[in-house]
């Protein structure tokens, strides 16, 4: 590897785990740049899973203020996103090319129900005002939801943040920077799940991950740094524009 690879890659790291800290989708920054360096997707994917994971817990825990009072929830979510995590991982080793015809259209999907989340939320609100308003753990389609948000991020991961945003944004009454927080903690899970799977079954490349581990911890410091003082409207528009940025690198 090159000293200008090393550094790409470093840099791509940082910009990964800073915006994965803020919403997801770094993957779009640092797959594609191991494409270039003729890295096998399959190993680019494993190995930017894995290094992907210091970032996502430097970002939980830089969000950690807005993580109180979430405990039950999270290890409620942690369920899903972990089951979720290893089937992903699975269906990665089994079938490699399948699940890339209907990214796009989950990232599209994501990207509406993140712009009519309020919407949604209210209504989801009033229909369960006759028994109290939403449990704290969210409605109930919320589990499966997360689950199925966690399949995706252990197959390949870009915009599972958007994905987990939409869901938490209207299954569950809380403030968005404190879902957001939640966000970081499940998607680290599925991302460390994963991993533990790469690791074991998978061709990993190490100096990718260790470059990527490295890049993504500071952007993940950047990342709760300037996230969590984003204003919901803000956020939900910061969302959009990656999760666009996202559809558009899938299509193009």
């Not at 899970?189 to 581990?213: E, K």
């Amino acid at each position: 590897m090159t000293p200008l690879e090393i550094v790409a890659i470093l840099l791509a790291g940082v910009a990964a785990g800073t915006i994965n800290t803020v919403v997801g989708s770094g993957t779009l920054i640092t797959f594609p740049t191991l494409l270039a360096f003729g890295v096998p997707p399959v190993t680019a994917n494993v190995s930017n899973s894995i290094g992907l994971v210091p970032g996502s817990v430097t970002g939980a825990i830089g969000y950690r203020r807005e993580l109180a009072g979430q405990r039950r929830r999270l290890l409620h979510l942690a369920s899903a996103s972990g089951v979720g995590g290893l089937l992903g991982g699975v269906l990665l080793l089994w079938q490699p090319g399948a699940f890339e015809l209907v990214v796009p259209v989950l990232i599209l999907l994501g990207l509406v129900l993140v712009v009519a989340g309020p919407r949604i939320s209210a209504y989801v609100a009033r229909r369960h005002e006759a028994t109290g308003g939403l449990p704290e753990r969210g409605a109930w389609w919320v589990w499966p939801a997360m689950c199925a948000c966690g399949v995706y991020g252990g197959y390949f991961g870009a915009a599972q943040g958007v994905l987990m945003m939409a869901v938490l944004g209207i299954g569950v009454a809380d403030d968005l920077q404190r879902l957001n927080g939640a966000k970081n903690v499940l998607a680290a899970l599925v991302n460390a799940i994963s991993g533990v799977l790469f690791v074991v079954l998978a061709d990993v490349d190490w100096q990718i991950v260790g470059l990527i581990a490295v890049g993504s911890v500071v952007g993940g410091l950047i990342g709760a740094s300037v996230g969590r003082r984003l204003p919901a409207p803000v956020l939900r528009a910061f969302i959009v524009v990656v999760g666009v940025a996202a559809l558009a690198a899938f299509l193009v």
